[in-house]
T-cell receptor
């Protein structure tokens, strides 16, 4: 079945360092891909998305490119801030199947220190 | 728009008691999803609805769990009887369609003692 695999955390960085969180997927059909972020004590928030191959999603300095050839959707940011500390979830939706729900990876915890 | 609203935010109950979690969807969203989050298992999809109809409940752990959507804007998740292993954060989320992404509520932290 469809699945998402994320790199295991925690990822610990200093402020202004570069970030990459790897995400690969397995899916039939043509999924949309998403990154969600969860801050402590809160629900998940949509960070960015891409709906077709070669699309680049971006938001708040984060970006990810839908790579069909490598079935990947890695999250990147050039300079992280302490406020980026959170758990990041990669997810896919095979929207060509009626009623299919989002499938989430296990999440990657990012901790940024000043 | 107030977003997806869940209640209560925190619930502490004794083993064997009935627990009801509530969720109000965003107006105009026709899909509703219940997830459970634990450290060990991450985010697990329990059940989801399209247009008030349950589509997939294969993630519901056992018969002690039940979910309803009596109208287009409201859903409940009930656990009866509750057990300590049900302790988790329960999220609901709604969406106009899956490729738009979801809007999550703030969750209900359930502790069963």
């Amino acid at each position: 079945g469809d699945s998402v695999t994320q790199m295991e955390g925690p990822v610990t960085l200093s402020e202004e360092a570069c970030l990459t969180i790897n995400c690969t997927y397995t899916a039939t059909g043509y999924p949309s891909l998403f990154w969600y972020v969860q801050y402590p004590g809160e629900g998940l928030q949509l960070l960015l998305k891409a709906t077709k191959a070669d699309d680049k999603g971006s938001n708040k300095g984060f970006e990810a490119t839908y790579r069909k050839e490598t079935t990947s959707f890695h999250l990147e940011k050039g300079s992280v801030q302490v406020s980026d500390s959170a758990v990041y979830f990669c997810a896919l939706s095979a929207f060509n199947q009626a009623g299919t729900a989002l499938i989430f990876g296990k999440g990657t915890t990012l901790s940024v220190s000043s | 728009d107030a977003g997806v609203i869940q209640s209560p935010r925190h619930e502490v109950t004794e083993m064997g008691q009935e627990v009801t979690l509530r969720c109000k969807l965003i107006s105009g969203h026709n899909s509703l999803f219940w997830y459970r989050q634990t450290m060990m298992r991450g985010l697990e999809l329990l059940i989801y609805f399209n247009n008030n109809v349950p589509i997939d409940d294969s993630g519901m752990p056992e018969d002690r769990f039940s979910a309803k959507m009596p109208n287009a804007s409201f859903s409940t998740l009930k656990i009866q009887p509750s057990e300590p292993r049900d302790s988790a954060v329960y999220f609901c989320a709604s969406s106009p369609r899956a490729d738009y992404g979801y809007t999550f509520g703030s969750g209900t932290r359930l502790t069963v003692v």
